[in-house]
């Protein structure tokens, strides 16, 4: 039976419709693992050996030729540093100056290797790597969002093969941003505790959406989930800033990314994927009302028209039945 | 140099890049058009002869076994009739079952035609077809928000290749579109006239955006547009249901909107896309601050993490290219 059902935070509905609905381990056939590649390809500009072929690394982690890891300014950014965001009226419309920093943290040497198939000493060092790159850059005046995300795979919107993670910071919140955290503040004006707490209390307490439960960490599959398999990694102490995670937690949050993507790769065979790291504006410092996570979404369904018109999500795949599958999988 | 751009409704920001773009007939090359199918598969279901496969028709043009344009429930609808949308908790969190009609425009026999390749009263049924099913799903006293949409190609969300487009009628205004009605109310309030009415006349004042000026409709491709040739298609006159066009202006949108298909068709080499009639919530009558509209979104780029996370777009390619691109190509 089709349920709407609704998103505690953004009161967004979804609708969950399982008579539609694939078996989980059907989005797993539709797709073959990727060829394993090559270790080292000549003409990658983040493999050893094309370091001339980005700008010079913000941040490097290894010595010289030995790197383990290089976070490099984006050659291709779709913002400049050497603007400013001043506003400008262009007749009735408003635009500005595309200021804004965007990185690309090449996560290792090797071309050929991904986080959920790299050890967790890899996937500690690329997190490492976010906290220090989002400490520097919120250290700039005009700089007030960071986004960090990861495209894996041509449906999540890459084309480069070689493994990275990008972070783009911008001047402006957008509406899209500024709309949830008023949600979320009117909720602790009403209430007095940060709703996303009140949401991780209630997914433990109704338990079947949970994934895994770490010393640090929740992993879960939300009630409202837009789409199969999406995922939310949040941490059980409240902070609102990603840079304020401490060192057990970057030990615990690499050991769990990292098994999160190994059952995607191992039980989807090696979806496409999208994950993103949201976090307060620098200019607002901690927030009481919002809540730093990690939202992983698998690229397995397409935006329909539908989707793009109404703004309901048609989720065919009950988020249950999704954090059933993932507990199961094994990613050893 | 990269722009930042304010969406004059909703103040959502999206960053213009021509540093990354293509050339507008780059998005062409990439692809070839799809090869041309047969007239008829007789395993397909919205194929003459197999009018058994779906629901008995709510609407029918053209005689018995002759019929030239079909509109069937959907025989796998998200949502469903036989249930009724009362709001029940789930521990702390809110559904509702999943009450909504949703049915399929068979828009031709032709199993292998498109819009854009119909002769123009074909175009002109399936409009008629809209206004006429949304007027009579309207009168169901459970209904709101009525969204008619086509997917046209895999990218764009469907599987089924029979020309069709669809209707989904559901009880719930969701916070997308209320988020948009409420900037709309306050313009209104502050400058007592439409916000859509005044981007309208914006747009033609500043004209390098215009694709088309008809004496009912203007097609654009607005000043702070998300994808590459998003394309919006307005009426001059203020009327914010859809059901309220004139005949007048009916014949006025086929021609417009099979042009602006075959523009793509031609110009790009048949895209997949989505269009999108965006009309007012049914509870509340004509708004003097809401404006249909039909939005046309080629499915050219992909949705990545950035855009996910932060809700800013970056388009590679200025509307303003797009619209002297779709000016320009010859869809006779």
């Known amino acids: 039976m089709p349920e709407f059902r609704q998103n505690f935070i953004t009161n967004e509905w979804v609708i969950v419709a399982p008579e539609r609905a694939k078996r989980p381990d059907q989005f797993a056939k539709d797709r073959e693992k990727k060829p394993k590649r090559l270790e080292h390809d000549a003409s990658c500009p983040f ?24 976070v490099v300014p984006n050659k291709f950014a779709a913002v400049n540093t050497a603007l400013l965001p001043t506003r400008r009226s262009v ?15 090449v996560e290792n040497p090797l071309h050929n290797e991904m986080l959920s198939t790299m050890p967790v000493k890899v996937v500690r060092d690329v997190l490492a790597a976010y906290k220090n790159r989002y400490a520097a850059i919120s250290k700039n005046e005009h700089v007030d969002l960071i986004t960090i995300f990861k495209n894996h795979g041509e ?3 890459t084309s480069l093969e070689h493994p990275h993670s990008q972070i783009i910071a911008t001047p402006i919140i957008p509406p899209h941003v500024r709309y949830l955290m008023q949600r979320a503040l009117l909720y602790h004006d009403t209430y007095g505790v940060c709703p996303y707490c009140v949401m991780l209390e209630e997914e433990l307490a109704q338990k079947d959406r949970i994934v895994f439960e770490g010393e640090y960490f929740i992993v879960f599959c939300h009630f409202a989930s837009r789409t199969p398999f999406e995922t939310r990694i949040v941490p059980r102490r409240h902070y609102s800033r990603f840079d304020g995670i401490t060192d057990g937690e970057l030990d615990e949050l ?4 990292r098994m999160m993507l190994r059952k995607l790769y191992v039980g989807l065979n090696d ?3 999208n994950f ?11 927030l009481h009302y919002d809540h730093w996570r990690l939202v992983i979404v698998p690229k397995l369904t397409t935006l329909a028209g539908f989707e793009i018109g109404s703004g309901i999500f048609i989720n065919i795949m009950p988020p249950e039945d999704c954090a059933k599958f993932l507990r199961e999988v094994n990613a050893d």
């Open 47 to 70: 493999c050893p050996g094309n370091e001339d072929k980005t700008p010079p690394a913000t941040l490097t982690f290894g010595e010289g030729k030995n790197w383990q890891l290089r």
């Open 91 to 105: 007749g009735k419309f408003l635009s500005a100056d595309g200021f804004g920093i965007a990185e690309v943290i």
């Open 155 to 157: 449906k999540a919107g």
């Open 254 to 257: 690499a050991v769990i990314l």
């Open 271 to 273: 979806p496409d994927y």
């Open 276 to 286: 993103m790291i949201s976090s307060s504006p620098i200019s607002e410092g901690d």
